[in-house]
């Protein structure tokens, strides 16, 4: 069976026109084919459908990235190809945390080129000895995806570079993003090949593939589905700057769960989101959230860790030992100060190298004494800006040796030449201190190899018995892992005397206080490896999908505009057809419509009705069936001058504590309020911050004050209501009042006053008048709306309603609602009421009446 989920507009769009069978098809939990999905008549596997959850016990994840943890060579006999697993790959590594009860298959590229003719042996091969499935990119495709749109456009814009000019970076090249959306519609493809939507869970990895979460929701819109970047995630400030800035934001809220190695990245996501796409996030019981469309899309931080086991089986090794001994020897009597980079623009080691320059300048005790072994692995990048450190490392070290090296010492040994993992082991278990100082780094792993390589084991300390474990830790303040290594040394790496003082008061600092620190680091590094960072991101995984059978899913939208709209089972589109067939067949009806965003055009400055609204409410208040009431939080001077051309609408004002059943009735307060002495203690209050906040306001009322922010900057806006609600609700702890903040405002009134005050008042009053409601229609789009919507959802069980009543409680957008019904928008409402108006009008030239019905002759 073909899940329903195919057929959405996005797939129309294609031109991908589903075809459903009679027939149950089911596709294999594997398909045997690459690039295909084989049909295979058999009740023992899984349908692809996304609307009925499987039998199948076992969980299964599916692990996409940029590259399979494979390494590949071909063999020069018989032309074949060699496959094996990469040891040093996360991918793999991650595998320990998910338990063994879990299948995992892989998703991505391999690292070599396979030819055509070749493809189909490799995959099949890769499927069933390695549970891989490999993307195969035509090379001219993967050269525009990763080294240009990848390495060209988010690497750098996401370490903070902008492309000013075409050396940094170079400008946005649109050639090159279609590209990478063609790579991740390709992955998109190979996840089909092997997804079961109801069981799998599928777990996307980093910045290769952000646009991948859209393409598979698509297909399956419950897809169970995890993204992590591994990448910093820039301030908005920065990532604005992109040209295609809101298609991977909405890509990647197709995801159930976003991943993240801080708060910070986590906290630009955010901002990001609030600024471009204006949406709010909540923090519950721990847990962040983002509300879209309905579903909620988690947030979680969590540094990644190392694989322990991997190092401690690397430390046993014999040849770890020998090259230990062999490093000691060489630098007998020295001090051994260790860094380990990648030779790109970001890793900052001319920046190191000049810290060490400074710090034998200044501390010329050291020269002799005092070590810099620079490891420097190949670059991932390419281009002259990695000529350009490269050349800078070079020049910068052969001054340093040139001025302050002496016949068998050199203060600085570049090692640029690839060394064996057991080696650059070896150098970790000998250095007193490890320096990183990254200028911008999504999290770097070294410091954590480090510290497990300093513990050493039993082999290892029978070089040195007596010696303690002790490490020291020089951080840049700007890489990933720094918040985790609380006892390290945190340093500015643009700040070279900053640098060279940390280096020296690691070299000075007492061997009890080193050890305190490694153990401290010790601790944390061994508590939380990569399997329990696997493990705890499958968890909440879990957790975020557990809601994906209990709510309706649909797909709305086009290209990468696609998203899935998620509602509750009993929560639906309110039918015209159905409304206009229940509005005939009635006779008392109570209709309740909020004015401020549902009347009134939310995209215009202007707050005056227009002509059309107004013909509308008078064409419906003219049926002597109708009662009609409009809710607003304006004061009653205003909504009075606004539709004293309405004489028989009911108006509620200022939230429901005035109100005025007809144009020639006098107003009236729903509650009894005996003064408003709490105004001035609130007032000042509200003006402090008005002075402070650029874009806010003060709206005095009648019955209470608010303060609006909707034209300040959403953040500072966000952040000074918070802060006034907590001053507020100090201030006037002993006042009978409500401090509540709402969309863009934060308002004070006195206690129970809400909008529920007037669907009460109505219901009440057309029952005391014998006009016992057996239609009632009450429409609002905010928070305040849903004081009405609980009144009269509550009413259905009461003896103000006819039992055969049809009720309609309604919100504007599809969002979580009391109500039970929701529209798209303004314009929605004032087409259905213009159809409802019509009837009104037709059924009156049928049968007229004498005289209009109202609430209070």
């Known amino acids: 069976?073909?899940?329903?989920?195919?057929?959405?507009?996005?797939?129309?769009?294609?031109?991908?026109?589903?075809?459903?069978?009679?027939?149950?098809?089911?596709?294999?939990?594997?398909?045997?084919?690459?690039?295909?999905?084989?049909?295979?008549?058999?009740d023992n596997c899984n349908s692809v459908s996304s609307d009925a959850p499987s039998s199948v016990s076992q969980e299964r994840m599916i692990i996409v990235g940029n590259q399979l943890p494979l390494r590949a060579h071909q063999n020069t006999d018989d032309e074949g190809w060699c496959f094996s697993w990469d040891e040093d790959s996360l991918l793999l590594q991650l595998k320990d945390g998910l338990g063994e009860d879990v299948e995992v298959i892989y998703v991505g590229c391999l690292k070599e080129e396979v030819p055509p003719n070749e493809q189909d042996d490799v995959a099949q091969t890769l499927l069933e000895t390695f549970k891989c499935v490999p993307a195969f990119l035509p090379p001219e495709l993967f050269t525009k995806f990763y080294h240009g749109f990848c390495k060209q456009h988010l690497w750098p814009l996401f370490h903070y570079m902008l492309p000013l000019s075409p050396d940094l970076g170079g400008r946005f090249d649109r050639s090159l993003w279609q590209a990478y959306v063609s790579v991740n519609k390709i992955f998109a493809d190979k996840v089909m090949e092997v997804i079961n939507p109801d069981d799998d869970y599928v777990w996307v990895h980093d910045y290769h593939l952000m646009v991948l979460p859209t393409f598979l929701r698509k297909r399956f819109n419950r897809v169970k589905l995890g993204f992590f970047l591994h990448s910093p995630f820039p301030s908005s400030e920065i990532y604005r700057t992109l040209p295609v800035r809101e298609e991977l934001l909405r890509a990647l809220l197709n995801s159930d769960l976003i991943g993240f190695h801080t708060f910070d990245y986590a906290r630009h996501f955010l901002t990001c989101c609030s600024r471009m796409l204006g949406l709010s996030y909540q923090s519950k019981r721990g847990y962040i959230g983002l509300e879209y469309y309905g579903r909620t899309v988690s947030i979680k931080i969590l540094p990644v860790g190392i694989h322990i086991g991997q190092l401690q089986s690397v430390l046993n090794l014999p040849e770890t030992e020998s090259k230990v001994a062999e490093l000691r020897n060489k630098f007998r009597g020295q001090t051994v100060m260790l860094g380990v980079d990648d030779m790109d623009i970001f890793k900052g080691i001319s920046l190191k190298l000049l810290a060490m320059e400074q710090l034998l300048m200044q501390h010329t005790e050291n020269a002799g004494q005092v070590v810099l072994v620079q490891i420097a692995n190949p670059a991932r990048g390419r281009g002259r800006d990695v000529e350009e450190v490269r050349s800078e490392a070079y020049a910068t070290v052969k001054r340093i040796n040139n001025?302050?090296?002496?016949?068998?010492?050199?203060?600085?040994?570049?090692?640029?030449?690839?060394?064996?993992?057991?080696?650059?082991?070896a150098y970790y278990v000998i250095a007193e201190c490890c320096l990183v100082t990254a200028v911008r780094d999504g999290m770097n792993l070294i410091p954590y190899e480090y510290i497990i390589c300093r513990q050493g084991n039993e082999k290892l300390d029978r070089l040195n018995p007596l010696e303690p474990k002790r490490s020291m830790l020089v951080v840049s303040e700007f890489i990933g892992c720094s918040p985790s290594l609380s006892g390290a040394i945190r340093v500015n790496p643009w700040n070279i005397d900053a640098v060279a003082d940390a280096m020296d008061s690691a070299l000075i600092l007492s061997e009890a206080e080193k050890q305190l620190r490694h153990e401290k680091h010790y601790r944390y590094v061994s508590t939380h490896d990569v399997a329990y960072w696997a493990r705890s991101f499958l968890q909440d995984l879990e957790r975020a999908c557990g809601d994906h059978l209990r709510k309706r899913c649909w797909g709305i939208g086009f290209g990468l505009g696609f998203r899935v709209v998620a509602m509750d089972p009993n929560f639906r589109k309110l039918s015209v057809e159905h409304i206009v067939a229940a509005y005939k067949r009635t006779k008392n009806r109570a209709i309740l419509l909020d004015y401020d965003s549902t009347l009134l055009l939310t995209s215009s400055l202007s707050t005056i009705p227009n002509v059309e609204a107004v013909g509308i409410l008078n064409n419906l208040c003219r049926d002597p069936k109708n009662v009609v009431f409009l809710v607003s939080a304006k004061d009653r001077k205003t909504l009075t001058e606004w539709f004293s051309c309405c004489e028989k609408l009911g108006i509620a004002a200022e939230n429901g504590y005035f109100i005025r059943p007809k144009h020639d009735a006098d107003w009236e307060t729903c509650i009894s309020v005996p003064d408003f002495d709490w105004k001035q203690i609130a007032e000042p209050v509200m003006k402090l911050y008005t002075e402070t906040t650029d874009g806010s306001a003060i709206e005095t009322k009648e019955s209470s004050l608010v303060w609006n922010y909707r034209d300040a900057d959403p953040d500072f806006g966000f952040c000074q209501a918070k802060e006034l609600l907590d001053h507020l609700e100090s201030v006037l702890a002993n006042e009978p009042v409500l401090v509540k903040s709402g969309q863009h405002i934060v308002e004070v009134k006195p206690q129970g006053v809400?909008?529920?005050?007037?669907?009460?008042?109505?219901?009440?009053?057309?029952?005391?008048?014998?006009?016992?409601?057996?239609?009632?229609?009450?429409?609002?789009?905010?928070?305040?709306?849903?004081?009405?919507?609980e009144v009269i959802m509550r009413a259905t069980a009461g003896p103000y309603l006819s039992p055969v009543a049809d009720v309609f409680a309604c919100t504007v957008g599809q969002k979580c609602s009391k109500a039970k019904y929701y529209v798209e928008d303004r314009t929605e409402?004032?087409?259905?009421?213009?159809?409802?108006?019509?009837?009104?009008?037709?059924?009156?030239?049928i049968a007229p009446r004498p005289s209009n019905r109202a609430i209070i002759d």
């Open 1 to 42: 069976m073909v899940s329903r989920s195919y057929s959405n507009l996005l797939d129309l769009a294609y031109g991908g026109t589903p075809t459903l069978s009679q027939e149950k098809k089911r596709f294999p939990r594997v398909a045997t084919v690459p690039g295909l999905l084989s049909e295979v008549e058999d």
């Open 403 to 425: 001025a302050f090296g002496r016949p068998g010492y050199d203060p600085v040994v570049l090692i640029d030449t690839p060394l064996q993992f057991y080696e650059r082991i």
């Open 754 to 789: 809400n909008k529920g005050l007037v669907a009460e008042h109505l219901l009440v009053t057309m029952k005391q008048k014998g006009m016992l409601p057996d239609f009632v229609l009450c429409i609002g789009d905010d928070r305040s709306d849903e004081d009405m919507f």
């Open 829 to 845: 409402i004032l087409r259905m009421f213009q159809v409802l108006a019509n009837a009104s009008e037709h059924a009156s030239k």
